[in-house]
């Protein structure tokens, strides 16, 4: 059994690659407890970064800068009573917040955090990715009618529709995108150019493809690279209910979208599948135009010196984390009320300083490189989440549809052919 | 690059696995013909339809289980949840829900447990010995290449009946555009 | 669609089918349909899969109504067919109070009406009973009515801009609005002890005079006001977003808007460049130079650049009136026990809602026999119907945020 | 302005002069309509301001029903009174301004005033099973409609 486990540390593929469960398993356990940190991290983070944006505070009082209010939500969510709608149909009512949650923690089976550091590497990743996005519109239409209202209802359908349109106009971003992965523009017949490589599905091929390309997706083909990129942050807005598409959840017309009946710890189980979708759309996203693990100019900055300027990368911006922890101590009333928490402010920023310092060591700082460079640019993502929902009103249903069907399928297609094109004349 | 499939990959399809997917199958299959309520009977549909998923990746075909997932999970279903939501169906479900031909669907019954204990008894024998042998690239391609290949022309056709399905809809659905 | 009961109830399609506060077992469907019975709807156009008519109740306790306003409405899938406003749940009465009120008691009343702009209303009330006294405010007097009305029209039109971007969706304006409205605020707490219903005027002028720092508060609020009205306007005049949800949405044209007796920026924005402060001016008003903005084709986007401009044009007002404010008395004589002479007047001001008139008929007792007043919100909500006409669900929310309706004023 | 009217209906026009700079016309309620129509195409007295009454209960024509009007072009205002008895109901001026739909419903709410030609007069602010006009004279200020507030509400009295 031993051996079973350790064979799998010497070989340099994904642990689902090499049919190594236990190894799988721990692997999907760390992601999964990674993610739902995260996700308790992007509630904080959403609710400060808003009221900062609209000249506020945020959550101040639980913990020192709400530190623990997500904690605090958590708790409050588990003690709320779960109220079942009377007529409700139970099974589909209890079935469907778990539906969302397996489709958006499913996706992240084929997310890539470093070449090896992704649970499995299937061959059709991107296409396992399409499939699994799509199963959560089930859970939102069933989610919607279980609740036997008709708020709910008329929600959950104009969500679904949301999502179904937009998924086509995402499709399409992703196909030119794996077109880019075969076309190095050398081989006449990109598919079958036997030359450097064949067009992949795999995640972790496309990021290598781009690696070995020297170019991100992004800048590929100058324009059509970013047009694709584009269509593709607008639809995973769209696809997760967000910002400028959140409709379904509009106060003014109808109450909540298809969560209104539930409460309590179902309905956190809506808000955890909702931040897991935007993460996992997110990191979909890096994955295919900005060159998954990568540091930023792999190729350009090439050389030790450089390498070890972005190495440093993760330990500073942990460093400059615990300086901002203890600027917010320095600056706390001295009141005695405020005593614990500058103490636990005090606390959190000499953590974060430690781990700064722990990523300095020379063999931590490479194996992290490649998630930090990752988690950096998905963190970019969010922040791009909430500037969103900060600045745009809401699209009315109409013209919500007239952006999916008309604007971005057309652009979309057009830049699939494009990229079809150039790739082979080029 | 990573070759299509390297020798050392350990057959995915274990037993375990095998027995449980088709169990899962099975099982779905009869709820999706027992529930009383519609709803029900299509959440059944689509996991069978997962689970049969499941079956085609054991079988080295990763590319139909995700169109599997994809386009049955995905698109189909959502499709058949809408219609059932949408049109108002209290009376179906008071109607009796096995009707009078018991008589008819008992000899079919028989006929199709003959077929199966045939094929159980005789085994081998009845299918010519082929096993699945490994492909040469990986499954994805193989698929590309023999659909904008060999059979361009029935694609086409395909692509053509579609989009007048789709101008049907339009026009069925239309008010005043 | 919900689930039907065992027994054969036949479930109607509307929002309240099963009202829990229904005190009457009365059929809800009766209810709607007789509201709407009148209005010659055109039936839903019926399409291969007859569409299913929807009578929804955008109930009195709605987020996006301001106040307690009910709008029944009868849809067509998503389509609004025609709108009945049921109104009134506020209504107290005021008139019947002012006859058994002498003139001064009945002033503090006055702010309680459009509660946004408490200062107008009691400027219209003290200059109607001094036109019916044959009494002039002294000038002084005159110039600080000024500066603190249209420091209230700033104020109500910034709640208004923040409300407004809230109902369509953006959340951010409304804290930048309300935080520089808390300046004003300041300063008529700081002059008059209240910052909603003031109450700052007397008939025959002002109570108070200005407190010793009162010039100096609002040149700082002049010059620090500007910047941040530009900051709105960089916010959402070019939002591509907020443009596609409000051009061309709730269109009311020149002819219409007059036709309903519509007044204020919403006149202003179907073309018509009639503004009270200028036709017929009263408190000072003459003195001072200022543009009134018109808009071009009457929509949502129109009536926001009208509002917008019309709060930089106060600015104007203020800055000029603070300069030239003269020396003098603050109260005309006015006899402790006002008994104005048996007669009637109508006198009307222009309100940031619109044209607000006091119509005052005395009988030579110490009580107004009859005190009619004219709102500017409940006429303006009649033209709601015409606005939103074939618009969608989610217009509706948007028009009834650029009416800048006070529920308290339509009531009364 | 007056001396055309005068001309064209004689006594129908009861008296016309001003009071504190404002000017305002008695007319006879026959002919209230015409003289209202004329006012707005002739006299381009294009804007209705406000519709509103006045209850004189110890005059034998109980009620002023006055219309408020405002001419853009010419930018002046005039007030057209006329003086019905309880009972009698007024033409109404929906047709001439679509504005006076409401504000018509108001008076009826208040003072029971009918308006004949109005497409749907039913009481605007207060709830329909409501009995009696509030702004009426003999209407005390305390009392209230006891019955409608316990049959909907269920509560003794609204004080």
């Given at each position: 059994m031993l051996d079973y486990i350790t064979s799998y540390l010497s070989s340099n593929t994904t642990p689902g690659e090499s049919g190594n469960v236990f190894w799988a398993l721990v692997y999907i356990m760390v992601v999964f407890g990674g993610i739902s940190v995260a996700v308790m991290a992007m509630n904080w983070l959403e609710r400060k970064?808003?009221?900062?944006?609209?000249?506020?505070?945020?959550?101040?009082?639980?913990?020192?800068?709400?530190?623990?209010?997500?904690?605090?939500?958590?708790?409050?969510?588990?003690?709320?009573?779960?109220?079942?709608?009377?007529?409700?149909?139970?099974?589909?009512?209890?079935?469907?917040?778990?539906?969302?949650?397996c489709a958006s923690f499913a996706v992240y089976i084929v997310v890539p955090f470093g070449p090896t550091h992704a649970i499995t590497d299937l061959n059709i990743g991107v296409l396992f990715m399409l499939g699994v996005s799509s199963l959560s519109v089930l859970g939102v239409v069933m989610a919607g009618w279980a609740s036997n209202s008709h708020y709910p209802l008329i929600g959950a359908l104009r969500s679904s529709a949301q999502m179904v349109s937009y998924e086509v106009a995402m499709g399409m971003a992703v196909v030119s995108a794996i077109l880019m992965t075969s076309l190095h523009g050398l081989g006449p017949y990109g598919v079958s150019a036997a030359s450097s490589g064949t067009g992949t599905l795999s995640m972790i091929g496309i990021v290598q493809a781009q690696n070995e390309q020297h170019v991100w997706f992004l800048f590929k083909f100058f324009p059509l690279g970013f047009i694709a990129f584009g269509i593709f942050a607008i639809a995973m807005v769209a696809e997760t209910n967000r910002a400028p598409f959140d409709l379904p959840e509009a106060e003014s017309e109808l109450t909540a979208g298809f969560h209104t009946e539930y409460s309590g710890l179902r309905w956190s189980l809506f808000m955890l599948g909702e931040y897991a979708a935007m993460i996992a759309v997110s990191s979909i996203a890096v994955t295919l135009w900005l060159g998954g693990w990568y540091r930023p100019f792999p190729?350009?900055?090439?050389?030790?010196?450089?390498d070890l300027v972005f190495s440093l990368f993760p330990g500073l911006v942990f460093l400059g984390l615990a300086a901002i922890a203890f600027l917010g101590v320095r600056r706390m009333p001295k009141h005695p009320y405020f005593r614990v928490q500058t103490i636990g402010l005090a606390g959190f920023g000499a953590v974060l300083g430690l781990i700064g310092l722990i990523l300095f060591v020379p063999p931590v700082r490479d194996r992290i490189q490649d998630i930090f460079w990752f988690v950096a640019k998905v963190a970019g993502f969010m922040y791009l989440y909430i500037w969103y929902r900060a600045t745009f009103p809401r699209y009315r249903f109409d013209q919500l549809m007239k952006v999916g069907w008309k604007v971005l399928l057309p652009i979309g297609i057009g830049v699939l052919i494009l990229t079809a094109i150039l790739g082979v004349v080029l | 690059m990573q070759q299509a499939v390297q020798p050392g990959m350990q057959p995915v399809a274990t037993t375990f696995f095998f027995y449980l997917l088709s169990g899962f199958t099975l099982l779905s299959g009869v709820f999706v013909i027992t529930r009383k309520s519609p709803v029900h009977s299509a959440l059944a549909l689509i996991f069978g339809l997962l689970s049969q998923a499941g079956l085609y990746l054991m079988l080295y075909a990763p590319f139909v289980a995700g169109v599997q997932i994809i386009l049955y999970a995905g698109g189909i279903m959502v499709l058949f949840l809408f219609v059932i939501m949408l049109v108002n169906l209290e009376r179906s479900q008071r109607e009796e829900q096995f009707n009078g031909q018991w008589v008819v669907g008992l000899l079919a019954a028989i006929a199709l447990g003959g077929l199966f204990m045939t094929v159980y008894v005789k085994g081998k024998s009845l299918f010519p010995y082929r096993i699945a042998q490994p492909v040469e690239n990986t499954n994805t391609q193989q698929i590309g290449l023999m659909l904008y290949g060999q059979y361009m022309f029935a694609f086409e056709i395909a692509s053509l009946l579609l989009l007048v399905a789709i101008i049907g809809a339009v026009v069925m659905a239309k008010k005043r555009i | 669609m919900g689930k039907g009961q065992p027994g054969d109830r036949e479930r109607p399609i509307i929002m309240t089918d099963r009202t829990m506060f229904d005190l009457k077992p009365a059929d809800p469907k009766r209810i709607d349909e007789k509201y709407l019975s009148h209005l010659e709807l055109g039936e839903p156009d019926k399409t291969f899969l007859d569409s299913n008519e929807l009578v929804i109740n955008m109930g009195p306790q709605h987020p996006a109504t301001h106040g307690v306003l009910r709008v029944i409405l009868k849809l067509?899938?998503?389509?609004?067919?025609?709108?009945?406003?049921?109104?009134?749940?506020?209504?107290?009465?005021?008139?019947?109070?002012?006859?058994?009120?002498?003139?001064?008691?009945?002033?503090?009343?006055?702010?309680?009406?459009?509660?946004?702009?408490?200062?107008?209303?009691?400027?219209?009330?003290c200059e109607?009973?001094?036109?019916?006294?044959?009494?002039?405010?002294?000038?002084?007097?005159?110039?600080?009515?000024?500066?603190?009305?249209e420091l209230n029209r700033m104020a109500s039109h910034q709640l208004w801009l923040g409300t407004h971007a809230l109902d369509i969706g953006a959340m951010t304006p409304l804290f930048y609005t309300f935080r520089d409205r808390e300046e004003i605020l300041k300063i008529f707490e700081k002059y008059c002890g209240a910052r909603l219903t003031t109450h700052a005027f007397r008939i025959g002028g002002c109570q108070y005079e200005t407190y010793e720092g009162f010039e100096r508060d609002v040149i700082k609020f002049l010059d620090y006001v500007?910047?941040?009205?530009?900051?709105?306007?960089?916010?959402?005049?070019?939002?591509?977003?907020?443009?596609?949800?409000?051009?061309?949405?709730?269109?009311?044209?020149?002819?219409?808007?007059?036709?309903?007796?519509?007044?204020?920026?919403?006149?202003?924005?179907?073309?018509?460049?009639?503004?009270?402060?200028?036709?017929?001016?009263?408190?000072?008003?003459?003195?001072?130079d200022f543009e009134i903005p018109i808009g071009t084709n009457g929509d949502t986007y129109d009536r926001y650049t009208v509002r917008m401009e019309e709060m930089r044009q106060s600015l104007r007002i203020i800055r000029q009136a603070v300069e030239k404010i003269p020396e003098g008395p603050i109260m005309a004589k006015v006899p402790k026990v006002i008994k104005p002479p048996v007669g009637e007047v109508y006198h009307s001001i222009e309100a940031p809602k619109g044209e607000l008139g006091y119509f005052i008929v005395s009988d030579g007792s110490t009580q107004p026999y009859r005190i009619r007043v004219r709102p500017p919100s409940f006429v303006n909500l009649q033209a709601l119907d015409i606005m939103v006409r074939g618009a969608l669900v989610a217009d509706v929310i948007a028009v009834i945020g650029t009416l800048d309706i006070v529920l308290g004023e339509v009531d009364r | 302005m007056v001396a055309r009217f005068k001309g064209q209906y004689g006594t129908g026009i009861r008296e016309a002069n001003t009071y504190l700079g404002q000017n305002y016309m008695v007319v006879?309620?026959?002919?209230?309509?015409?003289?209202?129509?004329?006012?707005?195409?002739?006299?381009?007295?294009?804007?209705?301001?406000?519709?509103?009454?006045?209850?004189?209960?110890?005059?034998?024509?109980?009620?002023?029903?006055?219309?408020?009007?405002?001419?853009?072009?010419k930018n002046e205002r005039v007030r057209i009174k006329i003086m019905i008895a309880d009972g009698e109901s007024v033409p109404s001026a929906v047709s001439i301004w679509a504005t006076a739909n409401w504000l018509e419903r108001?008076?009826?709410?208040?003072?029971?005033?009918?308006?004949?030609?109005?497409?749907?007069?039913?009481?605007?602010?207060?709830?329909?099973?409501?009995?009696?006009?509030?702004?009426?004279?003999?209407?005390?200020?305390?009392?209230?409609?006891?019955?409608?507030v316990k049959a909907n509400l269920g509560i003794e009295s609204g004080q």
């Open positions: 970064a808003l009221a900062h944006f609209q000249i506020r505070l945020g959550p101040m009082r639980v913990g020192p800068h709400g530190l623990l209010q997500p904690i605090a939500d958590a708790i409050k969510l588990m003690t709320k009573e779960d109220i079942i709608p009377a007529e409700a149909d139970k099974f589909v009512f209890w079935i469907a917040p778990l539906i969302i949650l190729n350009s900055l090439t050389g030790d010196t450089w | - | 067509d899938g998503e389509k609004v067919l025609g709108t009945e406003c049921v109104i009134g749940y506020l209504h107290r009465g005021v008139e019947k109070i002012a006859e058994n009120r002498t003139y001064t008691m009945f002033n503090p009343y006055v702010d309680r009406m459009d509660y946004v702009a408490a200062v107008s209303n009691g400027l219209g009330y109607a009973v001094e036109k019916l006294l044959n009494v002039e405010a002294p000038p002084r007097a005159k110039y600080i009515r000024v500066i603190l009305t500007p910047a941040k009205i530009d900051e709105y306007e960089e916010l959402l005049t070019t939002n591509r977003i907020w443009l596609e949800r409000t051009k061309n949405v709730g269109v009311i044209s020149r002819a219409d808007a007059i036709a309903l007796g519509v007044t204020g920026p919403v006149l202003r924005a179907s073309g018509v460049k009639w503004d009270l402060r200028k036709a017929q001016p009263y408190a000072a008003y003459s003195d001072f | 006879d309620p026959s002919i209230i309509s015409e003289v209202l129509r004329i006012l707005r195409d002739r006299e381009q007295f294009d804007y209705c301001v406000d519709v509103t009454a006045v209850h004189y209960p110890e005059r034998e024509k109980q009620f002023d029903v006055l219309w408020i009007l405002y001419s853009f072009s108001e008076v009826y709410d208040m003072f029971g005033i009918r308006f004949d030609g109005h497409p749907d007069l039913k009481r605007i602010l207060l709830p329909d099973g409501w009995k009696g006009h509030p702004l009426r004279k003999d209407y005390g200020i305390i009392q209230q409609d006891q019955e409608w």
